[in-house]
């Protein structure tokens, strides 16, 4: 096959206050025409900004520092605003992350997918523009394009408005396609959905993908080819298969290891040690070295180069060089699909009660939405409640509800015995309902004060409760809590800007925890978290519970963590709960529809894997 | 089904809208009774002093001024349904008559300086924003700054200094030459220095808005889809971003239309231009109560209504506006 795409030696990097970023550091890769090479790796290291480097989409601070972009043989690299729109939308375009702000939201999707056709045959006629939106509309499996290319982006759902973004991708036969983290904002099954839709397009179009993605288990289905990026280098590449079966890299080592699907039945999910480094002044030697448990001396001085390991694979690491020490994996054999966490089961008191519970928010003054439709479940104390549904299953209304943030339509929740829902026994109760039960939100970037310092934060709620901290003053008490939960001294004096996404949600559950609950209500804790932080936070969250014996409702959209973590599982669909369970009984034998897709659609690290593929492999 | 429910909406709004402006017609006439000073002095002039107190309470009586204020409201109210306004104490004619000689300047000032400031203020935040943080956005800026710092009727008596006194190349003061009533070249030069005011006080404070605006939409999401399609800039900015500001800035601009035509009620006072505002501060000061009356009851009606207009707008762009805001009417007593 022919090399579309190369691109030799590129450097890419910001100009930031605090100095020069590099964002990408001598990446160099082929793309062959119809292939899908994915790129993986954690947030921050470069994946994403390599994408837009090679469609010169970067922002203003970002420039490219060296070499060189070659399509078809002709370098790219140094070409103009003027020349790049050309190539845009015909030879490369893009598919972006989060559906929801990528379209405008002023104009219909077929006035938006019209006009991505129209750019570069400015002579179409009407009818054919019209008739090439419907075919697009349809590749793309939007059903009743006709009806739906009149309407506007908010009529649509996240799964729909990512087709329609796709559409416009290909509005221009582009023979490069970048996909950048194209289902990371979407619900586990509508990702599914995305994904084998990219691969059908795929194959249909013969168009060359680049899936980014920081997650190894969601390319598998997909993926050619992977190259694993790491601090702005890619660290590791070579086919699919050589990568799942074969990884050579301690990161992609890391990577595989702390999906979830590979460490079920163990005590603890395996995660990579540390945080991925500052690129503002990177270190010397491999950028990887200080969290690389079978790090050399050599791997502090000097950077490694590629190592060939086969034709199409190759690995940065000293590992490779004949002069180091061999490393046995063990890990593959340790990962026995078995049933380990079964803790001893005494008959707990029931601590929340939540007895046919309705929500219903008035959309316009005739209609209404019943967000939470008759929900009955109990938790006992010292238990691991995990509520899983698709968003807008009405999963964190539930949540709501019972933290009193809303107000029921109907029925009762009752913590120890006390109905939270009524005003009067609200009120008489306040301090404790206010104190024994605490929440954690999705998004700590938006939850925590962006002008509050890390140790006011963690602080306030025994201030607004005029608590006396166990631990003498509040700082003290707020450094204690934060190493409990893995940070040191140094984060108290920080603003929640200064830190990372797994960073902060650490401090928001020191905030939580800083009240001794009885209840820790958090609602999708990790969901906007890379699979590796995701591990650690679950990791945390397991941990904490066994010292604390909090009981814990944990809300998630996929059934990957909440297997690990949680004793029992209720899955939410549509407002209703369908089905309510232990952990093991849920797994093994699910009852509703909706349980079996979600079960289905764990991403499993195996190449090519269809749907059900990780349940043959996992109970073989 | 759906005509109804439009028929409704509206009918809401003009019920809403005559309740505003009776209850700002109430508070008017309490308020402007409450200002010291003697009515009397604006319809007789100095021979207020010269009367006795008998004479004093007959021509008290003529106008209606003894009566209980609720009493004297009611009166009003009354005439002014029937389309009586009564007469202007100074002008010693029908308030309408005094209002209708002025407007016209008014609307002319006002109207073509609102329609300048917010065609300039487009054309500078566009091009600002095309040219972000370079040479020229960065003079327009810092001009700006500058400018809206400086006090308008300051600004008025330099420009006055300098291009009617020093340079004599346009008339310092009224809206004509006397004796040259029907020439518009004449007109046109009085209206120039006004008309500069008018336009530099407001201009900058929109151009900014814009200029951000556009940066702020520069930065979503979907221009980099945009991009990605093959779009050029222009495109981009024209086709896309500037198409989604527009209602709100046209709210804006239905909002601000009190603000600049208040802006002309100074300018008008510091060059004698004979308009609305002339007439209003007179009104305030002489005490002349029924000119006074219908001219806030105008500048509200006009407030209110724009307000409404604005949020009209907003609600079509986003239809959860709707019923949750109230209205505003806090700024409408302006003079």
């Known amino acids: 096959m022919a090399e579309l795409l190369e691109i030799k030696n590129l450097e890419v990097s910001f100009d930031t206050p605090q100095g020069e970023l590099q964002a990408v550091r001598n990446v160099s890769f082929k793309l062959r025409a119809g292939e899908v090479l994915a790129l993986v790796g954690e947030s921050g290291c470069g994946k994403s900004v390599l994408c837009k480097a090679i469609m010169k989409l970067l922002p203003r601070a970002a420039r490219i520092r060296s070499g060189h972009i070659c399509v078809d043989g002709t370098d790219i690299a140094g070409w103009k605003e003027k020349e790049m729109q050309k190539l845009r939308g015909r030879l490369f375009s893009m598919v972006f992350q989060d559906p929801m702000t990528t379209l405008n939201p002023t104009m219909t999707i077929g006035a938006q997918i019209a006009e991505a056709v129209l750019v570069h045959q400015p002579r179409m006629k009407k009818e054919a523009v019209r008739s090439r939106v419907l075919e697009l509309m349809e590749l793309v499996g939007i059903d009743r394009a006709e009806e739906r290319m009149h309407l506007y982006p908010y009529n649509f759902s996240g799964g729909m408005r990512q087709r329609s973004v796709l559409a416009i991708a290909l509005a221009g036969n582009p023979r490069i396609l970048f996909a950048d983290e194209p289902t990371t904002a979407l619900d586990v099954t509508i990702q599914a959905q995305i994904l084998d839709l990219l691969r059908d397009i795929q194959r249909k179009l013969g168009t060359a993908t680049i899936l980014v993605s920081h997650d190894l288990g969601v390319v598998a289905r997909v993926a050619d080819r992977v190259a694993v990026m790491y601090a702005g280098k890619i660290v590791e590449i070579g086919t699919a298969e050589e990568i799942y079966n074969d990884p050579r890299h301690p990161y992609t080592w890391g990577l595989m290891r702390s999906l979830p699907a590979l460490s079920r039945g163990k005590d603890s999910l395996y995660t990579i040690p540390g945080m991925p480094p500052s690129l503002i002044h990177p270190s010397k030697g491999d950028a990887f070295a200080c969290r690389n448990p079978y790090a050399l001396a050599i791997d502090y001085e000097e950077e490694p180069p590629l190592f060939q390991v086969s034709d199409t694979h190759y690995a940065a690491t000293w590992l490779l060089d004949k002069r180091a020490p061999r490393i046995v994996r063990h890990w593959e054999e340790h990962a026995q699909p078995e049933y380990k966490c079964v803790k001893e089961q005494k008959p707990q008191e029931i601590l929340l009660d939540v007895r046919h519970l309705t929500q219903v928010f008035p959309l316009t003054k005739r209609t209404a939405i019943r967000a939470v439709d008759d929900v009955s479940f109990q938790i006992r104390r010292g238990e691991i409640f995990g509520l899983v549904g698709e968003s807008g299953s009405g999963k964190s209304t539930v949540a709501r509800c019972i933290m009193n943030i809303y107000r029921p339509a109907s029925g009762e929740i009752l913590y120890r015995g006390v109905n939270v829902c009524d005003r009067q026994e609200f009120r008489r109760e306040k301090k404790l309902l206010q104190t024994k039960r605490q929440l954690i939100f999705q998004d700590s970037g938006s939850s925590l004060n962006q002008r509050m310092k890390v140790k006011d934060i963690i602080a306030e709620p025994l201030k607004i409760s005029h608590t006396r901290p166990k631990r003498g003053s509040c700082l003290e008490e707020a450094a204690f809590q934060l190493r409990y939960v893995g940070l040191d001294e140094s984060y108290l004096e920080k603003y929640p800007s200064e830190l990372s996404g797994g960073q902060r949600q650490r401090v928001a559950i020191a905030r939580a925890l800083v009240m001794e609950p009885e209840l820790l209500v958090a609602d999708e804790p990790i969901a906007s978290l890379d699979v590796s932080i995701q591990a650690q936070i679950v990791n945390l969250f397991s941990h904490l519970q066994k010292e604390h014996g909090f009981t814990f409702l944990f809300i998630a959209h996929d059934l990957a963590m909440v297997e690990f973590l949680c004793d029992r599982v209720g899955v939410m669909y549509r407002g209703k709960l369908v089905e309510v369970g232990t952990v093991k009984e849920l797994f093994a034998h699910p009852q509703h529809p909706y349980t079996k897709e979600l079960l289905s659609a764990i991403p499993a690290p195996v190449p090519g894997a269809a749907r059900g593929k990780l349940d043959q492999m996992c109970f073989a | ?335």
């Open chain 2, 1 to 335: 089904m759906k005509k109804k429910n439009y028929f409704l909406y509206y009918g809401r709004k003009l019920l809403i809208f005559l309740v505003s402006v009776l209850v700002l017609s109430m508070t008017v006439f309490y308020i402007s009774r409450l200002a010291p000073g003697d009515p009397l002095v604006s319809y007789y002039g100095d021979r207020v002093e010269k009367m006795s107190p008998q004479e004093r309470e007959w021509a008290e009586e003529k106008l209606g001024l003894n009566d209980a204020l609720h009493v004297q409201y009611v009166h009003w109210l009354n005439n002014a349904l029937h389309g009586d306004f009564g007469i202007s104490y100074k002008y010693k004619r029908d308030v309408m008559e005094v209002i209708g000689s002025r407007l016209g300047n008014t609307l002319i000032l006002g109207g073509i300086g609102f329609v300048l400031v917010f065609v300039l203020a487009l054309l500078l935040g566009i091009l600002c924003a095309w040219y972000e943080n370079r040479l020229a956005d960065r003079i327009i800026c810092k001009v700006g700054t500058v400018t809206s710092c400086i006090p308008e009727f300051w600004f008025s008596l330099m420009l006055i200094l300098i291009f009617s006194i020093e340079l004599k190349w346009l008339p310092s003061s009224g809206s004509y030459t006397i004796g040259k009533e029907g020439d518009v070249w004449d007109r046109v030069l009085h209206l120039i220095l006004p008309m500069t005011i008018v336009v530099i006080s407001h201009l900058w404070y929109y151009a900014y808005m814009i200029r951000n605006k556009i940066l702020e939409e520069v930065r979503a999401d979907y221009v980099l889809l945009a991009k990605s399609k093959g779009l050029g800039k222009r495109r981009i900015v024209f086709g896309h971003c500037l198409r989604n500001i527009l209602p709100s800035y046209l709210s804006i601009m239905a909002i601000s239309v009190p603000h600049v035509l208040g802006g002309t009620y100074i300018v008008e006072t510091v060059f004698s231009y004979p308009g609305i505002g002339t007439l209003s501060y007179e009104s305030a000061r002489y005490k002349d109560y029924n000119l006074l009356m219908v001219l806030c009851i105008l500048s509200g009606i006009l407030v209110i209504f724009c307000n409404m207009v604005a949020q009209t707008i907003n609600e079509q762009i986003d239809p959860r506006i709707k019923g949750e805001e109230a209205l505003e009417t806090s700024e409408v007593v302006k003079i």
